[in-house]
């Protein structure tokens, strides 16, 4: 845990008390005591430091001071057929760390039904993944997580509104993914809304990925595909090479 995160709710002016994990982790893993600080972040909020008032029984009281922005990082949405679900948290929390921002899990003919009744999937669970992450990442930037059980309407009626360099990860392609981020040295991928930044649209399908019908769709949505070589990864692992390659062209490009 790098960076200690909390809702504001829970914050009390600049009081701050803490129960559960957090206090445990404080106590028996940081070994802080009364007058030590730690690094503090808001959930969608500012970041800064703590400082430990008092350790009791039930908890740790801490004095809040929040004073910075996390850092601007480019705008990653991840558009992910929906894995086996011990694969969706290491997915959700690598993929979190790396920074994106948003998530559509969806349904393609390869994604097994069942997986949609994973507990991984109740909001409380995301949620307390999502934040592990955060703590990691040092970032409090809470993703979107949007959960979609149809391929079709999700294509027709919600793809066509979202931002950003539509790019589709696809066994047997020639171009890869250099290829296509490359002309955007000159021109620059489609900017944020806020225009602070870079925004990639990453399309990653089921093991064995997507049939002719989703790409052919996914095609018309103006997504362009692109092979990540001639090995065949895990999804969780060519998630994390794909998001490290992006990231990496993004900066040495712009």
Known sequence: MNLLLFDREERQGKRLF???????HIQKVLRLQPGDQLRLGEVNGLVGTGVICKITDTGVELKVGLTTAPRPEPDITLILALP?????????KQATTLGVKEFHLIRTRRVEKSFYHSPVLKAENIRDILLQALEQAM????????????????????LPSLPGTRLLAHPGESASLF???????????????DGSG?????????????????CEQFAAQGFSTFTMGSRILH????????????????????
Request: proline fraction near 7%; aromatic fraction near 6%.
């Open 18 to 24: 803490l129960t559960g994990r957090r206090a445990e």
């Open 84 to 92: 086996r679900p011990i694969m969706l948290k290491r997915i959700l």
């Open 139 to 158: 970032d409090t930037r809470l993703p979107q997580v949007h959960i979609h059980k149809q391929f079709k309407p999700f294509v027709q009626d919600i």
């Open 179 to 193: 290829d296509l981020l490359a002309p955007h040295r000159q021109s620059g991928p489609e900017k944020t809304k």
């Open 198 to 214: 870079t925004s990639v649209l990453l399309a990653v399908g089921p093991e064995g990925g997507f049939v002719d019908y989703e």
């Open 235 to 254: 999804v969780d692992t060519a998630v994390v090479a794909l998001l490290a390659q992006v990231q990496l062209l993004l900066d040495a490009s712009f």
